[in-house]
């Protein structure tokens, strides 16, 4: 297993998308995060919702998510947003040398 973690987040709309994903690149919390357009359908206060939603994932490393998680909770419209973090179990070395590049370096 890797020390790599891919994060999801849905956010309602391409700007705020886009300033999530900047200000995750920019605090070097997130080597990569595309954004993807999505339908979502969900349980939300007693009715079944429906929205349009732009999908967050977010290329990290394990240690770097207890500060990952605060950034986008402080940045993100929804009461309850959605974070999920599921572990890289491999990849291609070339891939994953190049995000350990481009993250901050782990705490010694």
């Known amino acids: 297993m890797t020390p790599y973690i891919q994060v999801i987040t849905t956010l309602p709309d391409r700007a705020s998308a886009e300033r999530l994903a900047a200000s995750m690149l920019e605090e ?4 990569c995060v595309q954004i993807s357009a999505c339908s ?6 007693g009715a079944i919702e429906q929205s349009e939603e732009q ?7 394990r240690d770097l998510f207890p500060e990952l998680n605060a950034a986008i909770r402080a940045q993100h419209p929804y ?3 959605e974070i999920l973090a599921f572990a890289v179990e491999d990849g291609g070395q070339s891939y994953l040398d190049w995000m350990a590049q481009e993250l901050r370096p782990p705490k010694e």
């Open 40 to 45: 979502s359908r969900y349980h939300w206060q």
């Open 55 to 61: 999908v967050c994932t977010i290329k990290s490393r």
């Open 28 to 31: 070097r919390l997130a080597a």
């Open 79 to 81: 009461q309850v947003p």
